[in-house]
């Protein structure tokens, strides 16, 4: 049975230390959540605090109507994989495995029946009966995630479980970790830095910076319209360059250095003119012969293979980083002056202190709640 | 017009291979020698293992060393277990104190501990003769088994905490998190998980505690009267003055070692099918705990080391009170110290002499083993590294009456001299130094060597400038701890010293068995100085203040 996770202005305090000052999250039956941010953001923390190893200094946590505040961590019924697995190095990889079920009312062969099928799911039965230290890396956090998974519990949380494997096996242990989590329809918070990570397994992503929610949203909609500077910077790469919003009856128009935009896709509530952030993604320049369009000059390459990508200085020496994609013997020389047009659709354009995105779209399904 | 050259670390090792086999091969082959050949037919016999066995005067030995062997190992394990547990588990007041003392008590002579105890609970102890006359309540004998139980324990229930205490400290926190996440918690959660984690440690120190509990030879001298264990025979059989005989000794030194060998090989057997590595990312912090509970754990802990300090604490008082010929008497003076330094001066001496020069070639050869053993792995390194262990399981005594009987008659005539005493400290010590040389060399890369030899050093260079100044933070924390029991070793130097020789921890001994408690007293508080200050030393040369002994 899985819960709906709910949490109301959570506070976490270490001593004179505010981590967290009232955050509120509501993560869904069933759904694989991701917090995402870089170290020191307090994504840990609030993983902790919902698995019961952090003490609660204020607020609600509900799993679906019940307050868990209070409730020791081995009560939660909680599945947690840990960033170093946390495996029990005297037990073999099948004790690890039953450790948790040896704990409910369970009879031996239901135990050895339910240990068996999480072997064989997990593909781990070949080493069954192999201490846990013989293990590769991708071994381990399969016992490990087998561990947590087979109590049936009613959420499972995982921290930066991936962030001690090589870049092959993350990728691989990704669509593991994303097909059991579907198949067995478990409510899934899951902890991590790595942005590219959290697009390619979540349901909804939560950006947090500071101990505060920046954005909560589908991946897709994060990526593509994200609530904040902080936002479209961390997801992704974005070039980050001054503009100018000129509104008229008839059109609005975007002014970066000389040259004039027409934006089709700024909130109605825009009514200002006023100095922008423009916030543009190397994949959504393109390259044009259009003399009107925006001037840079080509200081350096990386070819890539799929893509080559340039860095141009523009007009207002301001630098950024464009991708296009390679073509046969057309790299563009360093020196080179092009014209570089604009996917208009695309682009986001952010107020001057970074804090609102004005363009329609964004999706947030977090609700700042003032102090 | 060179021939092929050898190279330097191949001389090393024949080099120290000789010094085994002159002074702990030959001296051993020597007493088994002895053992089996009768001194007046000169022919092979069994006659001696033969008389130990038949009469129960000399077997009961046997059974009684290994009744206070076991019983002391279980007892130690009991009180330093949960010790250790609570220390790393939860919040001590003064926990870095009580640490510290718990380092003292391990740290003294046993017997020391014995010898207070009798002036305190003996048939005229201060508490024995309180209870007598204020509650006129007679309490149990304390001399015997239960007296050397007692002793033995308490001097010994902190190598377990230590050795406890490192392995907790290995431990992830996030094991024990997932364990409670699984629904384990508390006592069902140390049998599961905590216990088998350490359980290697375990059984490592209780062998440290089995071997020197059966080594001791101080305390059962002292405390046991009638009940008398095995290095009491070995000693009595070999210096006593009426029934010495030599072969006799000899045999039941054989007896030990086998007794030591067997357990050795067992507990290794042991510990490495249930060994597996473990280094903490997360170190378990302790919590804090309230009410009754924090209550009794405090209790329980402060009662323990402070039991385990009063007979440190008691010798040092009765160092500054007035005595008369042998008793104590009222009013406070340093008159003990006068007479001690008058009588005795030399004794200090010689402790800094023989222990400082021992220090110096501890610490020269066990990093010179260490290096061989770790870095060039052949059939002569492993031969030396299992010859340097031996000494682990030989007990004092016995490692005293084989090297006094091997150089007792030229062409190598050492018995008498400082030599001899430098050469069984060195051999004794010996094992303990390379083991904790060899962790620390094998953390230092070895790319750091071979970056050396590249930029052109030799490889005595290299080992000199690179190697030996990376291991020195920790090899002077060892040697450090090497020192403290070097001055605090008894049952070697007891056969071995002549007047000449006498180092602090004999003349403590002696002054003891003569009844010359004042003294006695003053030159224990001296010991108990020089042992705290080293311990202060270390704490400043050791990183981490973890012990391992």
Redesign the interface.
Known sequence: MSVNINIKNAVKRYGENTILSGLSVNIKEGELFTLLGPSGCGKTTLLRMIAGFNSIEGGEFYFNDAVINQMSPSKRNIGMVFQNYAIFPHLTVRENVKFGLKNRKLTKDEMNRLTDEMLRTMQIEQYADRLPEKLSGGQQQRVALARAIVIKPDVLLMDEPLSNLDAKLRVEMRSVIRDIQRSVGITTVYVTHDQEEAMSISDRIAVMKDGYIQHIGTPKNIYQRPANTFVATFIGRSNMIKGQLKLNNQQSILKIHNTDFEMTTLKKTVEQNQDVIVSIRPEEFFITDDITQMKGEVLDYIFLGLNTHYTVKLESDELIEIVIESSIDSIIKPGTTIHLGLKLEKINVFTQDGKENLVTGVENDHVQEKA | MSKRKLDIWTTISFVILITYVLFLIYPMFNLVVESLVNKETQTLSFEYYQKFFRFPYYSNTLINSFKVTVAVTFLTLLIGTPMAYFFNMYEIKGKSWLQILIIISSMSAPFIGAYSWILLLGRNGVITNFFKSVLNIQIPDIYGFNGILMVLTLQLFPLIFLYINGAMKNV?N??L?????????GLKRFK??VF??I?PTILAGSLLVFMRAFADFGTPMLIGEGYRTFPVLIFSEFIGEVSGDRGFAAAISIIAIGITTVFFLVQSYISNR?K???SA??PIEPKKIGGIKNVLLHLYIYIVIGVAMLPQGYVIYTSFLNTKGMLFVDGYSFMSYTQAFKRLGNSIQNTFVIGGLSLVIIVLLAILIAYISVRRPNILTKLIDTLSMIPYIIPGSVLGISLLAAFLTPPLRLAGGVTIMVIALVIRRLPYTIRSSAAILQQISISIEEAAISLGASNLKTFFKITVPMMSAGVIAGAILSWTTIITELATGIILYTGRTKTLTIAIYTEVIRGNYGIAAALSTILTILTAGSLILFMKFSKNKDLSV
């Open positions: 992830d996030t094991l998190e997932a364990a409670e996440n699984l629904g384990y918690t599961t998980i088998p984690l359980l249930k597996f590595s473990m990312l997360h």
